[in-house]
């Protein structure tokens, strides 16, 4: 008795072993365990036997339908965990979806916006010389103002009497572009620029600017006031106006400083304005001949104007951003809160 109860058991362990699917699974039961399994016909002998010999036969019996049920289900746990893994309608775990950054989502605004009125999108270098970074804007080696431009020099051998440095201004690229190209031009070149400041709620070392200029013969500052006013209008508010300051820069003349009226409080008066009703945006103004000259174009037969602006303050502006750290502190609290993938 106990050897035909091994045989059924061993019989059953192998076959159930081989087997590659649930329906083959289910042939197996049906056949060690089902009612005309060999288990069933040997238990029908039961009957047959010694009385005292029955307890131990239905012991065994017993026994040998535990150990298949249990190889049964222990090989059906293995078809359901790989029907799991293909299971490909299963939902996905979350993941994190990546989003531009605040001030490259503003960078690509205010370069479609210019776009669409004709100018192209070029980008500059970040390291350049003395004679890009000033000279050629008519900013002397030895001039005061370039004070005003404080910089960083690069540990690189000069070539010639102008060393290597970080660009302090994105106005560089006017140079470069002026050079390389022919009027009529029209460029916006957006970039990183650099200057040895104190980190604090208003400055960094590192930050963007926008640079745009147009050379042609006839160009007057009424285009220049047609573009920058067709930005603000694009970038802020249909209703915005433009405030032209006299101003000072080297490579611009005449120059100027404009204002936005106040976005927050619409010219009315805030904080944000300084009760003024209005913030300042940029610097701009005609090129200087001397720049023009500089780069090969005749000043005489081209004019040109130019303008410049803080990418991360008109960011600030447009979502009442009050630090611009939190711009490189890479928190993603703040960042999230810009959703533009
Ligand atoms: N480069 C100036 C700066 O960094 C900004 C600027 C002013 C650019 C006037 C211009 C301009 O093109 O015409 O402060």
């Known amino acids: 008795m106990q050897e035909k109860f091994n045989v059924i058991k061993q019989e059953a362990q192998e076959a159930i072993r081989k087997v590659s699917s649930l329906a083959e699974l289910e042939e197996a039961r049906v056949r060690f365990l089902g009612r005309k399994s060999k288990l069933a016909s040997l238990s029908a002998t039961f009957s ?53 950054h605040p001030l490259s989502s503003v960078v690509r605004t205010m370069c479609h ?24 804007l008519n900013i002397p080696l030895e001039h005061p103002s370039r004070d005003a431009f404080d910089t960083f020099y690069l540990d ?15 106005s560089p690229s006017q140079i470069r572009l002026m050079k390389k190209r ?24 590192m930050f963007h600017q926008v640079e745009g200029f147009a050379v042609d013969r006839d160009i007057t500052f009424a285009h220049l006031k047609g573009t920058l006013l067709y930005f603000a209008k694009h970038m802020f508010l249909d209703e915005a106006k433009l405030r032209f300051r006299p101003h000072f820069f080297p490579f611009t003349e005449p120059s100027a400083e404009v204002d936005i009226s106040c976005i927050i409080c619409r010219g009315k008066g805030c904080s944000v304005c300084k009760r003024t009703g209005w913030l300042e945006i940029l610097g701009c103004g005609m090129i200087h001949p001397n720049v023009l000259k500089a780069c090969g174009i005749d000043s005489k037969k081209y004019q040109g104007f130019a303008f410049g602006m803080g990418v ?8 009442g951003i009050n630090d611009i750290r939190l711009f490189f502190e890479n928190d993603l609290r703040f960042l999230r809160q810009f959703y533009e993938v």
């Open 48 to 100: 047959g036997l010694e009385p005292s010999q029955r307890p131990e036969a239905g012991r065994l019996f017993n026994e040998v339908k535990v150990f298949i049920a249990g190889i049964l289900e222990e090989k059906k746990k293995t078809f359901s965990f790989s029907k799991e893994r293909i299971d490909i309608t299963f939902p996905s775990k979350k993941t994190d979806t990546a989003t531009k």
């Open 113 to 136: 916006i210019f776009e669409a009125i004709g100018f192209e999108i070029q980008e500059g270098a970040e390291i350049e010389d003395e004679w890009y970074n000033f000279q050629a």
């Open 156 to 170: 690189l051998p000069a070539q010639g009497k102008y060393k290597y440095l970080l660009r302090s201004h994105t």
């Open 182 to 205: 022919k009027p009529p031009l029209a460029f916006v070149v957006p970039g990183r620029v650099y200057r040895p400041d104190n980190v604090d709620a208003s400055h960094s070392f």
């Open 312 to 319: 991360e303050r008109i960011a600030m502006l447009k979502y």
